[in-house]
């Protein structure tokens, strides 16, 4: 593609429909605003969500089990919210502005959270360190303060990695290879942010005050919205799509309606808009495809689908129509797998920590006590270690293998995640059966940090933060590839649901496991001291699953089909 083929000499738009100044905007020129505010956005929620279950257990003088269960599900609506801001992002208002929007919201309520730990009257009143007794309404505005912390950052977060990635043109062979290097780095980016999270500000948390623990982060995130204004004259925004749910409603409807409609078998039959590019703002047609072919009914055309001349969009739809609702549920059962690896994931901010806080926390022989929620640094530093490894040696050498231009595909990055995943399970079953080995043969049920390391819980979390890096990344990347052009911050929020519905499962599993084993008597898997319990069982459990999950998942990617787009990506951006 040469360049005179983009840009004209007046400065105004060609042909083709890019902006005349594509050469000053976008790319990597753009992208370190991007990465910057969430760098800074990340540094603010780990910071106050990462040691948030003992904060839970502590401040607001909740058992166990009830803190587990009130983080993660915390933790899971946050994943949640990202439904609606990116609705908003693809039908309305455009990625720049939802981000903008939903800052607000965020700082707001981050705002909120700080002075509920710190001004008098407004946090709990406690008489020793971890001896507190909160009011209802304290506990209520803690709450507030969070749910719309929840939603603030779900309103930005499927749009952020979406919105950096549009700032690579697909028809540029050169910008399109640097498109999957950005997913590595927007991912590092996130890392840093929360390595000083698990580092310094758990560390003033646990030994300062939780006033400056969750204010810190509420100065963050305001210097995450300046970065972000900052590179407005820099980017390229996508054109809003219109209403995603409408459409594939309208497919639904018409596929339905017809379902005594028999489809062609030449495609080129179905019905398609004549011009070169789709009939949906900021969307290129979609190559049709032969699987889901009883969705195809709403592109064949009858007597009754033209009204006085015109298409009744709820009894005709076109096929690229039809092949967004077709990606969409040729995603679903990836997505499915992804639940259980965030099931894996979510341990880190609940039970890996209680399991560290009844272990030996000092640093050698000195008197420091590292936090025990500090020990998800070493997530992190797996994180910060493997990203350039995967981009600047795993890549290359695949590449010279496989022929692809990632080096491997999506799919394979995510199934070697999810097959180290399982590793990390095990390494920490394996851990607490040891630990209460030990309490067992000297008898330390009520020693608040009997005589093993903390540091024994490192393999666990970098094993998931190796797991990361193929899971998670790939996930982001798949996700906003096979997602139609309209609907990426939609599929980008839709890949984020499946950390919320792992925090849920855990939840979930949290609850019936405590009901079935804590009877008559008995402690059960998961009580308040764990010494008298067996979170190994817990954790072997999850190793099982995550078994059965990555055998299910080899067989769903081998049925995947890939997404083919048509036409140039000029029509998607303003």
């Given at each position: ?343 894996v994931y979510s341990q880190m901010g609940n039970l890996f920590t209680l ?12 008197n420091f006590h590292i936090p025990p929620a500090s020990l998800s640094i ?196 303003k």
């Open positions: 593609m040469e360049e005179d083929d983009i840009y004209t000499k007046d400065g105004t738009v060609d042909y083709k429909g890019y902006p005349a100044n594509k050469k000053k905007t976008g790319t990597w020129k753009a992208c370190p605003y991007v990465i910057g505010n969430e760098a800074c956005e990340r540094l603010a929620y780990y910071g106050m969500s990462t040691n948030l279950v003992l904060y839970f257990k502590h401040q607001l003088n909740q058992q166990s089990a009830t803190a587990t269960k009130n983080n993660q599900n915390w933790g899971g609506t946050c994943y949640i919210t990202p439904l609606i801001g990116a609705f908003l992002a693809d039908s309305y208002l455009g990625r720049y502005w939802t981000i903008a929007c939903f800052s607000i919201i965020y700082i707001i309520g981050m705002t909120l959270l700080a002075l509920s730990a710190s001004v008098h009257g407004m946090r709990p009143r406690c008489y020793a360190k971890d001896n507190c007794d909160p009011t209802e309404t304290q506990s209520a505005m803690t709450f507030l303060a969070l749910y719309l912390i929840a939603l603030g950052t779900g309103g930005i977060k499927p749009c952020v990695s979406s919105y950096g990635a549009d700032q690579f043109d697909d028809a540029d062979e050169k910008e399109k290879k640097h498109k999957g290097s950005f997913f590595n780095w927007f991912y590092f980016s996130i890392n840093i942010g929360a390595l000083i999270a698990a580092s310094v500000l758990v560390w003033i948390q646990t030994n300062k005050s939780w006033g400056w623990g969750f204010g810190i982060p509420a100065i963050a995130m305001a210097i995450a919205v300046c970065f972000f204004f900052s590179g407005t004259r820099l980017y390229r925004n996508q054109i809003p799509g219109g209403s995603p749910i409408t459409r594939l409603c309208q497919v639904l409807v018409a596929s339905i309606s017809k379902y005594n409609v028999a489809v062609p078998d030449d495609s080129s039959l179905l019905y398609e808009t004549a011009d070169a590019e789709s009939n949906i703002k900021g969307s290129r047609k979609i190559e049709h495809t032969r699987n889901l072919r009883f969705f195809d009914k709403a592109a064949v055309e009858t007597q009754t689908d033209r009204l006085k001349g015109s298409v009744n969009p709820w009894s005709l739809c076109t096929v690229t129509q039809v092949e967004e609702l077709k990606a969409i549920i040729r995603l679903l059962p990836i997505w499915a797998s992804g639940i259980i690896f965030s099931t399991q560290g806080e009844r272990m030996d926390t000092r640093v050698g022989h000195s070493f997530d992190t530093l797996s994180v910060i270690f493997w990203v350039p490894v995967y981009d600047r040696i795993i890549v290359p050498m695949a590449r010279r293998f496989t022929g692809h231009r990632n080096g491997l595909t999506q799919l394979q990055r995510m199934g070697i995640g999810l097959f180290i995943s399982i590793f990390a399970m095990v390494a920490a079953a394996i851990l607490e059966q040891e630990r209460l080995k030990i309490v067992k043969e000297h008898n330390y049920y009520y020693v608040k940090e009997m005589p093993l390391t903390i540091f024994w819980q490192v393999p666990q979390y970098f094993l998931i933060g190796c797991a990361e890096v193929f899971t998670f990344i790939g996930q982001l990347e798949f996700f906003y590839e096979q997602a139609p052009d309209a609907m990426r911050s939609f599929c980008s929020a839709l890949s984020l649901t499946t950390v919320a519905l792992g925090s849920y499962l855990s939840s979930l599993l949290v609850t019936i496991v405590t009901r079935v084993t804590a009877k008559h008597g008995k402690p059960g898997w998961i009580p308040d001291n764990l010494n008298f319990g067996h979170v190994d069982y817990f954790f072997w459990l999850l190793a099982a699953l995550s078994v059965a999950n990555f055998v299910v998942f080899l067989g769903i990617a081998k049925w995947y089909t890939y997404k083919t787009a048509l036409g140039t990506p000029s029509v998607l951006y």
